[in-house]
């Protein structure tokens, strides 16, 4: 589903694609930071864009004010034009206040669990990398193996470069293949996660079914 329905992405969007696609907390964090900056602006930027509409629309009452009879047709077509837009600007509007309800939740949510909370927040995304980085090598790997059976060259290559591959990324390989090689194996890899930071438990997908995440409440 590529519909927006005026917004950027939408809760189960946010969930599973998004902070979803994250392999632990302050990754999550790090990216839900990115999302919330992007909303909160949209959010701050509607209230410049509102008052700019207010004054086109006393310019083009000004228009309709006029003696020349073209000008006054300008005048009510700029009126027309704003008023159709009016709904839609309205709907964009609310539908990123409730996009960063559910960005805060997320956050919210995710903050007790994180490692480097102690950091400032340039400091802890920097510090995020290495353990995210890391995981998503191997789950990219993992990726491929069940899907092709083989790691592309270039991938792998990619994998060497970072400073766990020999103590943690090709271990978790080998034992990847290891599973692949009995339909027990296979189930395992195939179940949801059991133990380590799953998002969508954290912020609770039946929420999904209820309208969105904001709707929950903040225990």
């Not at 809760?11 to 302050?26: E, N, R, V």
């Not at 207010?54 to 310019?59: E, G, I, S, T």
């Not at 009452?61 to 020349?68: F, G, H, T, W, Y």
């Amino acid at each position: 589903m590529h519909a927006k329905n005026n917004r950027l992405n939408k809760d189960f969007q946010i969930a599973y694609f998004l902070a979803g696609s994250c392999h632990t907390p302050d990754g999550a964090y790090s990216l839900l930071c990115d999302l919330r900056e992007s909303r909160s602006d949209a959010i701050k930027h509607a209230a410049a864009t509102a008052l700019r509409v207010q004054a086109k629309r006393v310019r083009a009452q000004q228009l309709i004010n006029s003696d020349d009879e073209a000008v006054r047709l300008d005048g009510h077509a700029d009126l027309v034009e704003i008023d159709a837009t009016l709904d839609t600007a309205n709907a964009c509007y609310a539908a990123a206040v409730a996009e960063l309800a559910t960005i805060d939740l997320c956050i919210e949510r995710v903050q007790p669990l994180r490692k480097f909370a102690h950091l400032s927040a340039p400091q802890a995304h920097e510090a995020a990398q290495f353990d995210e980085w890391k995981l998503e090598l191997i789950s990219r790997g993992e990726n491929y193996l069940m899907a092709e059976g083989r790691i592309p060259m270039d991938h792998f290559a990619t994998m060497r470069q970072h400073p766990a591959f020999a103590t943690d990324i090709y271990p978790a390989l080998e034992a990847v293949k290891e599973k692949l090689r009995s339909p027990a194996g296979i189930q395992q890899l195939l179940a949801p996660r059991a133990d380590g930071f799953d998002i969508q438990k954290l912020i609770a997908p039946e929420a999904l079914q209820q309208g969105g995440f904001h709707a929950l409440p903040r225990d």
